[in-house]
């Protein structure tokens, strides 16, 4: 059974500052995606990447998928309070069946 | 689009009583997901419909737990008898095609079992 690893499981930083989560698996990813959810809310997806060594960019936030496909991280620059949530990546393996990694609680305080 | 609702938000029910979870999924989607999110556990999968028909219920912790879709526009997640381990919030998500696609996910039903 393929396992997602996500660290850190909390981090918590002042407005302003950059951070990286990191997603790793124990077996090759399928696709990748990375969700976010905000409190009271269902997860969000931000981005889905497939090709091995890809970057994907979404305003301030960076998305890199590792070259053997195992891992990938999410990069913040300049962090806002509207930041704050969950961050999910998930394993889509090429079916319905998304495994979903233990989730980084991210806290931006203004 | 209204997006994927569910109902009720919050759930407070006592030990061995009845629990229907209720979701309307997003339309002319194909596909409907229930999952069931705890801190221990994350994010799991607990039954998949495609074509309102259930596909895959292998997420599905006990026979206390049934899942229904009677047609493309609802869905319920019933837990009898309800155990205080089932407290969790409980999501219902749905796509176009269900096969690496986009889930959109309702806001959640928390449950609390007394």
């Known amino acids: 059974t393929q396992l997602l690893e996500q660290s850190p499981q909390f981090l918590s930083i002042q407005e302003g500052e950059n951070l990286t989560v990191y997603c790793n698996s124990s077996?090759?990813?399928?696709?990748l995606q990375w969700y976010r959810q905000e409190p009271g809310e269902g997860p969000v997806l931000l981005v889905t990447v497939v090709t091995g060594g890809e970057v994907k960019k979404l305003k301030r936030l960076t998305f890199q998928f590792g070259d053997a496909r195992k891992d990938s991280s999410l990069h913040i620059t300049a962090a806002q309070p509207g930041d704050t949530g969950l961050y999910l990546c998930?394993?889509?393996?090429?079916?319905?069946?998304?495994?979903f990694g233990t989730g980084t609680r991210l806290k931006v305080l203004a | 689009d209204a997006g994927v609702i569910q109902s009720p938000r919050h759930e407070v029910t006592e030990m061995g009583q009845e629990v229907t979870l209720r979701c309307k999924p997003i339309?002319?989607?194909?596909?409907l997901f229930w999952y069931r999110q705890t801190m221990m556990r994350g994010l799991e999968l607990l039954i998949y419909f495609n074509n309102n028909v259930p596909i895959d219920d292998s997420g599905m912790p006990e026979d206390r737990f049934s899942a229904k879709m009677p047609n493309a526009s609802f869905s319920t997640l019933k837990i009898q008898p309800s155990e205080p381990r089932d407290s969790a919030v409980y999501f219902c998500?749905?796509?176009?095609?269900?096969?690496?696609?986009?889930?959109?996910f309702g806001a959640g039903t928390r449950l609390s079992v007394l």
């Open positions: 998500a749905s796509s176009l095609s269900g096969t690496v696609d986009i889930q959109y």
């Open positions: 998930a394993d889509g393996s090429g079916t319905y069946k998304y495994i």
């Open positions: 339309s002319g989607h194909n596909s």
């Open positions: 077996s090759v990813f399928s696709s």
